[in-house]
């Protein structure tokens, strides 16, 4: 039987409601008088006869319309009774007053109301219907991923087309399908075995309603990924104007998926150079008009993709079903036959189906049902999209109440944007859609619902760590349709859109989700009530904000906004006595109340903004779970009292008081901690340091430790007193320059056997420091910086890191070796070294062949003092040698550097012991932002966008490089290594990823190109500095560039790459960014 969850898209509130009045009978309220528990009694009897009936309407397959309406009627009611007893409730506590609050009368009104509703489903038969649908409840299917199979051809052919180096003018390729038909995979699937190949790329994902703006400022983000976005009030033209200068003259890649019109696409096309970079355009469509305008009516350049053909639809079933097709049985395998059959070779449909059968392989009644609706639906679905739509609303149909109750709520969001799962399961838990079991808490049960849905195919995957676990998803717009007919019907969710025509809406809004992205002036929809509302999700101009006073049920409040004021006052929530959950993005710094101690449920506090104040009594909320503010706002005094709190993100252990980092020793709840320094050295910056060393200790539940600095911070300082004895339960620690260095690594870091994510710096690094290392056994990610240069080779033994997924090395000398067996799930390898004049690199890496998985390597070369060129083509050629004796490397890129800074100068906490108080304010003051903040959001590497961020807790897991998920099958070696490619000379070296950068400096021009010169997240580089947001890695490179721009080119000329002269405007023959010539 399925575990009853206390509010649900068929039932309304009808389990919690039901919850809370025998709650209401137990003596601990026998204040209440007998008129009121007379009514409470006899109210609960008839619920009781109703919820039965709803359960028994809810499981029918085709409810007929009166049965609908009466349903409709009763979630209503339960809503509205709920709403009455939680308010009622809250006025005796806040007024100390007693229960006498409870009105019999409209106890007695309620009861009257659903004793009615229980004649009449009596009188008019409403529970008999013909067809009932039995379908049993089904675990998610043990579905580790498939390759997609039937596109080989197709992904041959459109690589082809993207890597024509005859062409280096840019290039639009359009893929063409009909939904469903894998259009999107495709693409994933081609970005991410070309983008190693190009300086700029960026993967944006469209919808039928598209918001321009908000498409421009993703792509713009996934560009300049550490630099500060644009303001929220800056316009269009501000956007493509930003694009433009950034990619200009660089060789750029761009995914455009799911284009619906050509209007969108006039707009994006204008932000894109057209130079001669062989810089390349891939966008999706289900419309041929739109493929042919993009690609400027060039129908060679446009990839159609039809449907699987009979065999690859079976093949593909049966992998996504059994494993593999050795494992289903002959008793199967006819009525598969006949359900791919009806499938129209559709691959998001055949998976959806396989996936509802999977676990239940000895049901062979439930196959047969499937297999016999599909059919007879052939009848009237004639196109694919009709096969495919009815397939979605049989998958629906077959989900148990919970899970369509959490699939109906992700209509809340905007269509095709990308949806967290951190964010997402707090917002059902909030929502009350989960019940804590005799294991799990309620967000592990919401965590659960999630992985299903995504197992089950109702939604897909789009961000994964190196554990392979989902950290985001989208809803492909088939499905959001049926579902989003599903939530309307039963009143679950109301999205409106102020650039579409608005009707009339004669009904109680329970959720409501504003979009407010075109329009610049709007009002609220006529006969609309908002008092009801639980759930508010706002997007767009902070005029267009409707008063938050007016949700007086709010439970879930999430709002991105951006206006042109400089403030907005959000002081008016503490009258929201009901908040579990807010979340606040904007660019405008946010008004908080004095007080918020009346908010005694609210659980998550996530404010992406600056705040113009934090609360004092925010420390005393009983319920707070999750706090995450900027990283320069200032808690008040005694956070030691959040003993509630399981994540705090983030302590500036630079403005913070001493007494609070004490007070962290006290929160032993705490599971997550993000601390930060936002200036440098200081009397109270060591005083905290002292304090942390000995409240980590306390923190025995802690599972995520991270240290990092903020933006402007550039200092080392030896971490060995402040980390000393972490807590054992440790999963992740990431101790992150500039702030923290270790001598030596600690010897503790072997007890934390639970450790999944590592990150940390060393001075040096021995063999049998690996040794300690090598215990961690649970270690996914591992990134080590090692300042001093290494005499010895660093190998590592056989049965090392058995789950290691990503490794990093940074050293000043490589020297690698890896034993057989060592890291046998590697699958990705970035290395950062310098090269020395005249060193042989004949052991740069021993043993890589050992590395049996590994499937991509990037490294970064830098050079020491006194080497040349040369030395770096030779330790690249090395790096390239090496690969040849691995068959499975599929991704191979280089890119040269300046250098890898070593043996920086570490500070000691006992240095500062004679820095004053005085100074702190000093130093303080003068290192405090100057108008702008640079938030951790804005170091993501996806999209800048708050609800399309990268939450913080996952960055380590997803590196830098990371692209929206794929199901990649073995590709072969990227054809623009160095033996594939023509080699390109330059005199000055480009800083970007990939190393064919056609454009030449120009006389008297910076040749440094600032996007690429900052480092991306988690490659620890030298922080900005304030005073030119530069970095020194970059100043000292822009000097080193300007001094060369002026020499002549030490290559030959037929070394150099080809390409169009900006003043005879003529085009060469050949171009060598793919390393192909016409």
């Given at each position: 039987?399925?575990?009853?969850?206390?509010?649900?898209?068929?039932?309304?509130?009808?389990?919690?409601?039901?919850?809370?009045?025998?709650?209401?009978?137990?003596?601990?309220?026998?204040?209440?008088?007998?008129?009121?528990?007379?009514?409470?009694?006899?109210?609960?009897?008839?619920?009781?006869?109703?919820?039965?009936?709803?359960?028994?309407?809810?499981?029918?397959?085709?409810?007929?319309?009166?049965?609908?309406?009466?349903?409709?009627?009763?979630?209503?009611?339960?809503y509205?009774?709920?709403?009455?007893?939680?308010?009622?409730?809250?006025?005796?506590?806040?007024?100390?007053?007693?229960?006498?609050?409870?009105?019999?009368g409209?106890?007695?009104?309620?009861?009257?109301s659903?004793?009615?509703?229980?004649?009449?489903?009596?009188?008019?038969?409403?529970?008999?219907?013909?067809?009932?649908?039995?379908?049993?409840?089904?675990?998610?299917?043990?579905?580790?991923?498939?390759?997609?199979v039937?596109?080989?051809?197709?992904?041959?052919?459109?690589?082809?087309?993207?890597?024509?180096?005859?062409?280096?003018?840019?290039k639009?390729?359009?893929?063409?399908?009909?939904?469903?038909?894998?259009?999107?995979?495709?693409a994933?699937?081609?970005?991410?075995?070309?983008?190693?190949?190009?300086e700029?790329?960026?993967?944006?994902?469209?919808?039928?309603?598209?918001?321009?703006?908000?498409?421009?400022?993703?792509?713009?983000?996934?560009?300049?990924?550490h630099?500060?976005?644009?303001?929220?009030?800056?316009?269009?033209?501000?956007?493509?104007?930003?694009?433009?200068?950034?990619?200009?003259?660089k060789?750029?890649?761009?995914?455009?998926?799911?284009?619906?019109?050509?209007?969108?696409?006039?707009?994006?096309?204008?932000?894109?150079?057209?130079?001669?970079?062989?810089?390349?355009?891939?966008?999706?469509?289900?419309?041929?008009?739109?493929?042919?305008?993009?690609?400027?009516?060039?129908?060679?350049?446009?990839?159609?993709?039809?449907?699987?053909?009979?065999?690859?639809?079976?093949?593909?079933?049966?992998?996504?079903?059994?494993?593999?097709?050795?494992?289903?049985?002959?008793?199967?395998?006819?009525?598969?036959?006949?359900?791919?059959?009806?499938?129209?070779?559709?691959?998001?449909?055949?998976?959806?189906?396989?996936?509802?059968?999977?676990?239940?392989?000895?049901?062979?009644?439930?196959?047969?049902?499937?297999?016999?609706?599909?059919?007879?639906?052939?009848?009237?679905?004639?196109?694919?999209?009709?096969?495919?739509?009815?397939?979605?609303?049989?998958?629906?149909?077959?989900?148990?109440?919970?899970l369509?109750?959490?699939?109906?709520?992700?209509?809340?969001?905007?269509?095709?944007?990308?949806?967290?799962?951190?964010?997402?399961?707090?917002?059902?838990?909030?929502?009350?859609?989960?019940?804590?079991?005799?294991?799990?808490?309620?967000?592990?049960?919401?965590?659960?619902?999630?992985?299903?849905?995504?197992?089950?195919?109702?939604?897909?995957?789009?961000?994964?760590?190196?554990?392979?676990?989902?950290?985001?998803?989208?809803?492909?717009?088939?499905?959001?349709?049926?579902?989003?007919d599903?939530?309307?019907?039963?009143?679950?969710?109301?999205?409106?859109?102020?650039?579409?025509?608005?009707?009339?809406?004669?009904?109680?809004?329970?959720r409501?989700?504003?979009?407010?992205?075109?329009?610049k002036?709007?009002?609220?929809?006529?006969?609309?009530?908002?008092?009801?509302?639980?759930?508010?999700?706002?997007?767009?101009?902070?005029?267009?904000?409707?008063?938050?006073?007016?949700?007086?049920?709010?439970?879930v409040?999430?709002?991105?906004?951006?206006?042109?004021?400089?403030?907005?006052?959000?002081?008016?929530?503490?009258?929201?006595?009901?908040?579990?959950?807010?979340?606040?993005?904007?660019?405008?710094?946010?008004?908080?109340?004095?007080?918020?101690?009346?908010?005694?449920?609210?659980?998550?506090?996530?404010?992406?903004?600056?705040?113009?104040?934090?609360?004092?009594?925010?420390?005393?909320?009983?319920?707070?779970?999750?706090?995450?503010?900027?990283?320069?706002?200032?808690?008040?005094?005694?956070?030691?009292?959040?003993?509630?709190?399981?994540?705090?993100?983030?302590?500036?252990?630079?403005?913070?008081?001493?007494?609070?980092?004490?007070?962290?020793?006290?929160?032993?709840?705490?599971?997550?901690?993000?601390?930060?320094?936002?200036?440098?050295?200081?009397?109270?910056?060591k005083?905290?340091?002292?304090?942390?060393?000995?409240?980590?200790?306390?923190?025995?539940?802690?599972?995520?430790?991270?240290?990092?600095?903020?933006?402007?911070?550039?200092?080392?300082?030896?971490?060995?007193?402040?980390?000393?004895?972490?807590?054992?339960?440790?999963?992740?620690?990431?101790?992150?320059?500039t702030?923290?260095?270790?001598?030596?690594?600690?010897?503790?870091?072997?007890?934390?056997?639970?450790?999944?994510?590592?990150?940390?710096?060393?001075?040096?690094?021995?063999?049998s420091d690996?040794?300690?290392?090598?215990?961690?056994?649970?270690?996914?990610?591992?990134?080590?910086?090692?300042?001093?240069?290494?005499?010895?080779?660093?190998?590592?033994n056989?049965?090392?890191?058995?789950?290691?997924?990503?490794?990093?090395?940074?050293?000043?000398?490589?020297?690698?070796?890896?034993?057989?067996?060592?890291?046998?799930?590697l699958?990705?390898?970035?290395?950062?070294?310098?090269v020395?004049?005249?060193?042989q690199?004949?052991?740069?890496?021993?043993?890589?062949?050992?590395?049996?998985?590994?499937?991509?390597?990037?490294?970064?070369?830098?050079?020491?003092?006194?080497a040349?060129?040369?030395?770096?083509?030779?330790?690249?050629?090395?790096?390239?040698?090496?690969?040849?004796?691995?068959?499975?490397?599929?991704?191979?890129?280089?890119?040269?550097?300046?250098?890898?800074?070593?043996?920086?100068?570490?500070s000691?906490?006992?240095?500062?012991?004679?820095?004053?108080?005085?100074?702190?304010?000093?130093?303080?003051?003068?290192?405090?932002?100057?108008?702008?903040?640079?938030?951790?959001?804005?170091?993501?590497?996806?999209?800048?966008?708050?609800?399309?961020?990268?939450?913080?807790?996952?960055?380590?897991?997803?590196?830098?490089?990371?692209?929206?998920?794929?199901?990649?099958?073995?590709?072969?070696?990227?054809?623009?290594?160095?033996?594939?490619?023509?080699?390109?000379?330059?005199?000055?070296?480009?800083?970007?990823?990939?190393?064919?950068?056609?454009?030449?400096?120009?006389?008297?021009?910076?040749?440094?190109?600032?996007?690429?010169?900052?480092p991306?997240?988690?490659?620890w580089?030298s922080?900005?500095?304030?005073?030119?947001?530069?970095?020194?890695?970059?100043?000292?490179?822009?000097?080193?560039?300007?001094?060369?721009?002026?020499?002549?080119?030490?290559?030959?000329?037929?070394?150099?790459?080809?390409?169009?002269?900006?003043?005879?405007?003529?085009a060469?023959?050949?171009?060598s960014?793919?390393?192909?010539?016409?």
């Open positions: 039987m399925e575990m009853e969850v206390p509010t649900s898209a068929s039932m309304g509130a009808m389990g919690s409601l039901l919850r809370k009045l025998h709650v209401l009978l137990t003596p601990e309220y026998q204040q209440l008088i007998e008129p009121v528990k007379d009514g409470i009694e006899l109210l609960l009897q008839d619920l009781e006869a109703v919820k039965a009936a709803m359960v028994d309407l809810s499981e029918m397959e085709t409810p007929t319309m009166m049965a609908r309406h009466w349903m409709n009627e009763v979630r209503d009611l339960s509205d009774i709920e709403d009455y007893i939680d308010n009622t409730m809250d006025s005796c506590s806040n007024s100390g007053a007693d229960l006498e609050s409870f009105d019999c409209r106890i007695g009104e309620f009861g009257a659903i004793k009615e509703a229980r004649q009449r489903h009596e009188i008019y038969e409403l529970g008999r219907c013909t067809s009932r649908f039995t379908c049993p409840q089904i675990p998610a299917p043990n579905w580790k991923g498939i390759n997609l039937g596109m080989g051809k197709s992904k041959v052919e459109l690589t082809n087309k993207l890597t024509d180096g005859s062409l280096p003018q840019l639009v390729v359009s893929i063409l399908g009909c939904a469903g038909v894998g259009k999107t995979a495709l994933k699937q081609v970005f991410c075995e070309l983008r190693g190949r190009f700029c790329r960026a993967f944006v994902q469209v919808s039928r309603m598209p918001d321009t703006k908000r498409l421009l400022r993703s792509m713009l983000s996934q560009f300049r990924r630099n500060r976005l644009p303001a929220d009030r800056c316009t269009v033209q501000d956007l493509i104007d930003n694009i433009r200068d950034h990619i200009q003259d060789r750029y890649f761009i995914v455009i998926d799911d284009l619906w019109e050509t209007t969108s696409w006039d707009i994006i096309n204008s932000a894109f150079p057209k130079g001669q970079d062989c810089s390349r355009i891939l966008m999706t469509t289900t419309i041929e008009d739109v493929a042919l305008e993009c690609c400027d009516y060039q129908s060679d350049d446009i990839c159609k993709m039809k449907p699987l053909s009979r065999d690859d639809s079976l093949n593909l079933f049966l992998n996504s079903a059994f494993g593999s097709e050795q494992n289903c049985s002959e008793r199967l395998r006819e009525v598969s036959t006949e359900i791919v059959r009806n499938c129209g070779g559709l691959p998001l449909g055949i998976i959806n189906i396989a996936r509802l059968l999977a676990s239940e392989v000895d049901n062979l009644e439930l196959w047969h049902h499937v297999q016999k609706h599909l059919s007879s639906s052939m009848a009237t679905n004639h196109t694919s999209e009709d096969k495919l739509r009815n397939i979605v609303r049989l998958c629906y149909r077959c989900l148990p109440c919970r369509k109750t959490c699939l109906q709520y992700l209509t809340m969001y905007p269509e095709g944007c990308i949806i967290w799962k951190a964010d997402l399961v707090k917002q059902w838990t909030a929502e009350d859609f989960t019940r804590e079991t005799e294991r799990e808490d309620a967000n592990a049960v919401a965590d659960s619902y999630f992985d299903e849905l995504v197992s089950r195919g109702m939604m897909q995957p789009n961000n994964r760590t190196y554990s392979d676990m989902v950290l985001s998803c989208t809803v492909h717009h088939m499905v959001f349709d049926v579902v989003k599903m939530s309307v019907e039963e009143n679950f969710t109301t999205a409106l859109d102020y650039s579409q025509p608005i009707t009339r809406l004669n009904f109680k809004v329970r409501l989700s504003l979009h407010v992205s075109n329009t002036y709007a009002t609220k929809p006529v006969h609309i009530s908002l008092s009801q509302a639980r759930s508010l999700n706002f997007y767009g101009l902070a005029e267009c904000l409707p008063s938050t006073l007016q949700f007086k049920q709010l439970r409040l999430i709002l991105e906004f951006w206006g042109d004021q400089e403030e907005f006052d959000l002081r008016g929530i503490f009258r929201l006595l009901q908040l579990r959950y807010v979340q606040v993005t904007t660019d405008m710094i946010v008004k908080l109340p004095a007080t918020v101690q009346s908010l005694q449920y609210l659980e998550t506090l996530q404010l992406n903004a600056r705040v113009a104040n934090v609360p004092s009594d925010i420390v005393h909320l009983p319920k707070l779970l999750y706090l995450r503010l900027r990283d320069v706002a200032n808690l008040p005094d005694n956070i030691g009292c959040m003993a509630s709190l399981c994540t705090l993100e983030s302590l500036d252990l630079s403005n913070n008081s001493e007494q609070n980092v004490w007070g962290l020793g006290e929160m032993t709840n705490l599971q997550e901690l993000y601390l930060n320094c936002s200036t440098e050295l200081s009397g109270r910056l005083r905290n340091l002292t304090a942390l060393a000995s409240s980590l200790g306390k923190l025995r539940k802690l599972r995520t430790l991270i240290l990092a600095p903020s933006s402007g911070t550039s200092m080392y300082m030896d971490c060995s007193s402040i980390v000393s004895s972490p807590p054992l339960c440790l999963q992740r620690l990431e101790l992150l320059p702030i923290c260095i270790f001598s030596r690594l600690p010897k503790w870091i072997g007890q934390l056997k639970r450790l999944r994510i590592l990150k940390i710096v060393v001075r040096e690094l021995l063999c690996v040794h300690s290392l090598t215990m961690l056994q649970e270690l996914t990610v591992l990134s080590l910086d090692v300042q001093q240069s290494t005499e010895e080779t660093i190998v590592f056989d049965k090392a890191f058995p789950v290691l997924k990503y490794f990093k090395f940074r050293c000043g000398v490589l020297r690698l070796a890896f034993q057989a067996e060592a890291m046998p799930n699958q990705k390898l970035k290395l950062e070294f310098n020395h004049r005249g060193e690199y004949g052991d740069i890496l021993t043993g890589i062949e050992h590395l049996l998985n590994l499937q991509e390597i990037i490294g970064q070369i830098g050079a020491a003092a006194g040349e060129e040369s030395d770096k083509r030779a330790a690249e050629f090395a790096l390239s040698d090496a690969t040849k004796k691995h068959s499975r490397i599929s991704r191979f890129n280089i890119r040269w550097i300046n250098c890898v800074e070593e043996d920086v100068r570490v000691k906490i006992s240095d500062l012991q004679g820095i004053s108080s005085s100074s702190d304010e000093e130093k303080q003051k003068a290192n405090e932002p100057s108008g702008t903040d640079i938030t951790i959001e804005d170091e993501s590497p996806f999209s800048h966008e708050p609800n399309y961020d990268v939450p913080r807790a996952y960055k380590a897991e997803i590196e830098s490089e990371e692209v929206p998920h794929a199901e990649l099958a073995d590709a072969s070696r990227s054809s623009d290594s160095i033996d594939n490619r023509r080699r390109q000379r330059r005199s000055i070296e480009p800083s970007s990823f990939s190393r064919d950068r056609l454009s030449q400096p120009r006389k008297h021009s910076d040749p440094t190109d600032v996007a690429s010169a900052v991306k997240f988690g490659e580089d922080p900005l500095r304030p005073a030119d947001n530069y970095t020194s890695i970059f100043n000292r490179a822009r000097e080193e560039k300007r001094s060369q721009v002026e020499k002549p080119s030490v290559f030959d000329k037929d070394d150099l790459p080809v390409r169009r002269s900006r003043n005879d405007g003529h060469s023959t050949k171009c960014c793919f390393g192909w010539c016409k």
